[in-house]
């Protein structure tokens, strides 16, 4: 995807609250350093309450615009954090739904981590994809046609690239291998 006059795009995708914070911060912050263009956008601007482990509520996060704005032609890759509460939430939003299926209808890449993964099988993209998640996901994603393993990083590619991990330990893998996809080192 990367061609020498393009910076890589990445839209990082999130509710208005329930975000794991590291799994929002942490790809930020590496797939920036790394000289990739990171949007932010969530169902609105307002703030994004993150949490550690789902239950501390930590900083908030001002979006850099609201789903209803963006669209996949701008961005080569789509990643969806996880923290129980933001997946949740964000598979019911329309909007995030019909993002996530229009990136990978386009060929796309599509990185999701921990309870990410949650909407990717609301937009029904898991059938017949190896990914890994949360433990607590596995049923869902196997329930939805997908193959479910225990790694820190599964990728697939069929069509469009799927890249998935389980847990804040794997973030540094996780945006290390987003960064591979979109040829950046």
Request: hydrophobic letters at 35%; charged letters at 25%; a negative charge.
């Amino acid at each position: 995807m990367n061609r020498p006059d393009h910076t890589p795009t990445v839209l990082v995708v999130t509710s208005q609250t329930g975000v794991e914070r590291d799994e929002l911060l942490t790809p930020l912050k590496q797939l920036r350093d790394k000289g990739i263009h990171v949007t932010h956008a969530a169902p609105s601007t307002d703030p994004v309450q993150t949490f550690v482990h789902d239950t501390a509520p930590d900083t908030t996060v001002t979006p850099d615009t609201d789903l209803a704005s963006v669209t996949v032609d701008d961005y080569d890759a789509l990643v969806v954090p996880g923290g129980t509460v933001n997946a949740d939430k964000l598979r019911t939003v329309e909007d995030a739904v019909e993002l996530a299926r229009a990136f990978a209808g386009a060929g796309k890449t599509i990185a999701a981590i921990c309870h990410g993964p949650w909407l990717l099988v609301e937009a029904d993209l898991v059938r017949g994809k190896t990914m890994t998640s949360y433990p607590s996901l596995q049923t869902d994603i196997r329930n939805a046609g997908g193959q479910w393993h225990d790694e820190q990083v599964a990728r697939t590619k069929n069509g469009w690239s799927l890249i998935t991990s389980r847990k804040p330990d794997d973030l540094d893998a996780f945006c290390g291998a987003i960064a591979g996809d979109l040829g950046v080192g």
